[in-house]
């Protein structure tokens, strides 16, 4: 697929552009959207409303999705077969607190985030600078994950705290604290 620079579009040329980047949520559609944004893993799928800015580090691997209206922007590692809910944001930046201003104007700080093969980000998640998700970790639905958590952990809540576990060779959800 080539990009075109094309500047007067017809009002059909114009109206399908739109509804590929924002209603289109197909196989072949997110497949494509990955591709026209020069993601280079195989299989990858790009929901309709997503924004992906990846910058030096950033990489997206093979048979990942990306979900309905997420962000990700900068220093974003994300491994083979992760799924990416809708609404995410998972960024690399932070802002500096400036003592002369009393503001967070001071600067930029960039910190990867690193999210490990396998691992689920359920809807609404967001997770922040500099965070490394575990290999095979599912984020609940709006989590907000400000630490490094372990590989096949459930985390839920805000800030993001463990509430069970995975059993990686059954695939068993051990909850913390649950009656059974």
């Given at each position: ?22 209603q ?31 910058r030096?580090?950033g ?17 974003v ?15 690399s ?19 990867p ?6 691992a689920?980000?359920?809807a609404g998640?967001?997770v ?12 609940c ?10 590989d096949?952990?459930?985390m ?10 995975i ?13 059974k």
């Open positions: 697929m080539t990009f075109s620079t094309k500047t007067n579009y017809t009002e059909d040329e114009f109206q399908n552009a739109v509804r590929f980047a924002n289109s949520d197909n196989g072949p559609d997110n497949l494509n959207r990955a591709k026209m944004i020069g993601l280079k893993g195989k299989d990858i799928t790009v929901s309709p409303g997503a924004i992906i800015r990846l030096d580090l990489s997206i691997g093979d048979y990942s999705h990306i979900g309905l209206y997420t962000y990700i922007n900068g220093n590692i994300i491994g083979s077969r992760v799924l990416i809910g809708p609404h995410c944001s998972i960024t930046g932070n802002h500096k607190f400036c003592t002369k201003t009393k503001s967070f104007q001071g600067g930029h700080v960039d910190s985030v690193l999210i490990k093969d396998g689920w980000l359920s998640v967001i922040t600078s500099g965070v490394t998700v575990g290999r095979g970790c599912l984020l639905a709006n989590a907000t994950v400000t630490k490094d958590t372990d096949f952990s459930l839920a809540g805000s800030p993001a705290k463990k509430i069970g576990e059993n990686p060779e059954t695939g068993e959800y051990i909850w913390y604290g649950r009656n």
